[in-house]
């Protein structure tokens, strides 16, 4: 099944900002938005957004996500060393129907 | 307070077969649809499955025909059956909430001789 496109990596410095991208196409990102989650190993996957850009309670208003036609973004803001971690998008494909999870972006924070 | 538990992973021979629980508590939990998600050893999530609150499934290709995803609205309970076990399906599985808001901690699958 196709999944959705991330970059593999990014490394940004301390208090800097991270824009991280994930494309699709008009069955899942374009449709139905993407949501992200972060992953620290040896944790579970955390919800960061949900599909509709709204974020959960809880979490830090320095995330925040948006989506254009069929990439979706999520932008870090003042970054600190507890944001480095693995970084997922996942969509629901109404083509496939079936839930779709990119490749995640490894984000450094140096 | 909303807790995730899977349970019911180990290692087991390719070609076995071996059943995944995941209790839910402090949800409704018959309105939510329920995911299994896995990571392989080195790799990214990969999503696995999906039951609806209305009791409809979808698989990934990955398990299509192999692996069976079930729900006890009685019991606050998933399952995934899965049969046919290869290496490739080696992973932590994980369970999660609907909109993917709530996870478990995951539990360790292993297919090796």
């Known amino acids: 099944q196709a999944g959705l496109t991330q970059p593999p990596s990014m490394s940004k410095g301390l208090r800097q900002t991270a824009s991280l991208t994930c494309t699709g196409n008009?069955?899942?990102?374009?449709?139905?938005?993407a949501a992200w989650l972060q992953h620290h190993q040896g944790h579970p996957p955390k919800l960061l957004s949900y599909?509709?850009?709204n974020r959960p309670s809880g979490i830090s208003e320095r995330l925040s996500a948006s989506r254009s036609g069929n990439t979706a973004s999520l932008t870090i803001t003042g970054l600190q060393p507890e944001d480095e971690a693995d970084y997922y998008c996942s969509a629901w494909d109404s083509s496939l129907s079936a839930w779709v999870f990119g490749g995640g972006t490894k984000l450094t924070v140096l | 307070q909303v807790q995730v538990v899977e349970s019911g992973g180990g290692v087991v021979q390719p070609g076995r077969s071996l059943r995944l629980s995941c209790a839910a508590s402090g949800f409704t939990f018959s309105v939510y649809a329920w995911h299994w998600v896995r990571q392989a050893p080195g790799k990214g999530l990969e999503w696995v499955a999906i039951?609806?609150?209305?009791?409809?499934?979808k698989y990934a290709d990955s398990v299509k025909g192999r692996f069976s995803i079930s729900r006890d609205n009685s019991e606050n309970t998933v399952y995934l059956q899965m049969n046919s076990l290869r290496s490739e399906d080696t992973a932590v599985y994980y369970c999660?909430?609907?909109?993917?808001?709530?996870w478990g901690q995951g539990t360790l699958v292993t297919v090796s001789s």
């Open positions: 999660a909430s609907g909109e993917l808001a709530d």
């Open positions: 039951i609806f609150n209305d009791g409809s499934k």
């Open positions: 008009n069955n899942n990102v374009g449709n139905e938005g």
């Open positions: 599909r509709n850009n």
